[in-house]
């Protein structure tokens, strides 16, 4: 589903990605975690499409993002769950999660918000995945933030893509609101086999709702594995940048408890931009 060797990616001379390895399988939710700066946003934004990459391989549901790819095309494989929903107040739920069709339908279509009757049963489904099937008719703006937010997932869900990615989209909800979110967005994703690459800040939630757990630091992989096995070592290695020499004997000793995840300890020389 997802692909990725070697991917790098630079600012300038602010290296912001060293070299990620990272598979995702259909139905795997997957969650990542970082200090801001890590680079967690720049590997979602390499897989939407929106940087392109400085080296390695990266594919899409059969896409090669390193080549030439169109918008649209790739608006078909991948959709977006955002922090701050992205939804139009004014619309209705209905309307809101339409638009997740625009990328199915012609140009004519798309500008005169013209939609198919299989596209209307499409989103009614994806309102009742969430549990908002009663406010189709709604205004948007009268809803709550976690209403919101699984409107947000439902207008994914209707563009029947193969990844969703999810950056912080929690980050604003309580704690009750979020794990509502959270659960609504594996089971539906599960059960429709859709791969999910989820950027959280909330070590509570990625044990919690993560099938896997990646963690970045300093824009390289310090820890990919199951959510029992993130341990304070390997906490350490993604929140505090644990350097090798002192560290390296620690981390083979920890290499026993940490499996089948693993670390690896990242220097401090030259600290790493991007969001």
Known sequence: MIHI???????????????????????????MLG???????TLLRCI?????????????????LMQRHSRRELS?????????????????????????????????????????????????QCLERVGLAHKAGARTEALSGG?????????????????????????????????????YLREATREMGIAVVCNLHQVEYAREFGDRIVGLAQGRMVFDGK????????????????????GLAAANAARSTLLPGSWLPVSVATPVGGA
């Open 5 to 31: 060797r070697n991917l790098r990616k630079s600012y300038g001379d602010n290296h912001v990605l060293h070299g990620i390895d990272l598979d995702v399988r259909p139905g795997e939710f997957l969650v």
């Open 35 to 41: 200090l801001s700066g890590a680079g967690k946003s």
């Open 48 to 64: 939407n499409g929106l940087n392109r990459p400085d080296g390695g391989t990266l594919e899409v549901g059969g896409m090669d």
């Open 76 to 124: 078909r494989q991948v959709a977006m769950v955002f922090q701050h929903h992205n939804l139009v107040p004014r619309l209705s739920v209905r309307k809101n999660v339409l638009t997740g069709r625009l990328g199915q339908v012609g140009t004519l279509a798309s500008v005169l918000q013209f939609f198919r009757q299989g596209d209307l049963a499409l989103a009614e």
């Open 147 to 183: 209403q919101m937010q699984r409107v947000g997932i439902a207008r994914a869900l209707a563009q029947q893509p193969q990844v969703i990615l999810a950056d912080e989209p929690v980050a604003s909800l309580d704690p009750k609101t979020a794990r509502s979110v959270l659960q």
């Open 227 to 246: 959510p029992a096995d993130l341990d304070d070592t390997a906490l350490d290695a993604i929140y505090h940048h644990a350097p090798p020499g002192a």
